[in-house]
C-alpha cells in the first residue's frame, strides 16, 4: 500500500492499543510515522515492529496533557521526517466506577488527558501545517479518536463519556475554526475492541453481560478502523471535514 507515500503522520498514545494499531497501518500504507507516548519500552517495541516490516517510524517520549511535551515530539518528528501533516490524536484514559465513588482527582486527571491533550496536540499540529504551506496544499489531516460512548449512555462511565463528547465537539469546532487553513478536522467515534484498557471487564461476567446485549453479540475486530482511518488520512477526503464517523458493528443500536 502506498496511498500515504509522502506523509508524515503524528500518533499519540502509541504504546499499545489501538495507537499502536493506528501507527502500523499508517505506515503500511507509505507515511512516516512518529509514535508518541509516555511508556517508552512499550513504545521501543512498537518502532521495531514498523521498522522490522520496512516502514519509517520514530518513538517520542509525549506526555499530551504537557504544553512542551506535545512541542518537543512535534520537533523531534520534524527533524527526522520533516513537517508533520497527519495527526491521529487518540491518547486517552479512564478512571471507571460509580460517580459517587470517583475521586474528585479523577477529574482532572482524565479531562488532562482526554480534553487538554487532544486540544493540545490538534492546536500544535494545525499551527505547524498551516507555516509548512497547508492553505496552498489542502492536505492537513486531523483524527480525533472520540467513542460512542460521547452520545451513547455508558452506566458507570460518566466522566470518560463526558471527555469524549467533549472532545467531538472540540473537533467539529476545530474543523470549522481551520476549514479555510487547508486542514480537514475529522472525528471517529469506535466502538468496543478489545484493548489493553478494557481486556479485564470484558473476560469478566459483567462484561460478557454487556457484550451479550448487543445486537451482533460480539467485541469489534482489530482491523475494524483501520479502512477508515487511511481514508480520513489520505488525499481521497478532501471534501471531508467535521465529520463523526461512528464505526461500532452496531454496539450502541443496543440502547
Known amino acids: 500500500m502506498t496511498e500515504l507515500n509522502g506523509r508524515v503522520a503524528l500518533v499519540t498514545g502509541a504504546s499499545s492499543g489501538l495507537g499502536a494499531r493506528f501507527a502500523r497501518i499508517l505506515a503500511s500504507a507509505g507515511a512516516s510515522v512518529v509514535l508518541g507516548a509516555r511508556r517508552e519500552a512499550q513504545l521501543a517495541d512498537v518502532v521495531r515492529a514498523i521498522e522490522d516490516g520496512g516502514g519509517a517510524a520514530l518513538g517520542v517520549p509525549m ?3 504537557d504544553a512542551a511535551s506535545v512541542i518537543a515530539a512535534y520537533d523531534a518528528g520534524a527533524a527526522r521526517f520533516g513537517p508533520v501533516d497527519t495527526v491521529i490524536a487518540n ?5 471507571a466506577g460509580p460517580a459517587l465513588d470517583v475521586d474528585a482527582d479523577a477529574i ?31 492536505r492537513g489531516r486531523i ?7 460521547a452520545t451513547a449512555i455508558s452506566p458507570g ?20 475554526d ?3 487553513s487547508g486542514i480537514n478536522v475529522n472525528i471517529l467515534c469506535p466502538g468496543y475492541i478489545e484493548t489493553e484498557l478494557n481486556a479485564d471487564w470484558f473476560h469478566s461476567d459483567a462484561g460478557a453481560r454487556q457484550i451479550a446485549k ?15 482511518l487511511l481514508y480520513l488520512c489520505s488525499d481521497r477526503s478532501s471534501h471531508v471535514t467535521g465529520s463523526v464517523m461512528t464505526i461500532d458493528d452496531g454496539q450502541s443500536l443496543a440502547g
Do not use: C, H
Open 63 to 65: 506526555d499530551v496533557s
Open 91 to 95: 491518547a486517552g484514559m479512564n478512571i
Open 108 to 138: 482532572d486527571a482524565v479531562m488532562a488527558v482526554n480534553v487538554r491533550g487532544v486540544f493540545l496536540t490538534a492546536r500544535e499540529g494545525a499551527r505547524r501545517m498551516i507555516a509548512a504551506g497547508s492553505p496552498e496544499t489542502k
Open 143 to 149: 483524527v480525533i479518536i472520540s467513542s460512542i460512548t
Open 157 to 176: 462511565l460518566a466522566l470518560y463519556a463526558a471527555s469524549k463528547a467533549a472532545s467531538l465537539q472540540l473537533g467539529r469546532t476545530l474543523a470549522r
Open 178 to 180: 481551520w476549514a479555510r
Open 214 to 228: 448487543w445486537p451482533r453479540r460480539r467485541l469489534m475486530a482489530e482491523d475494524a478502523l483501520d479502512e477508515t
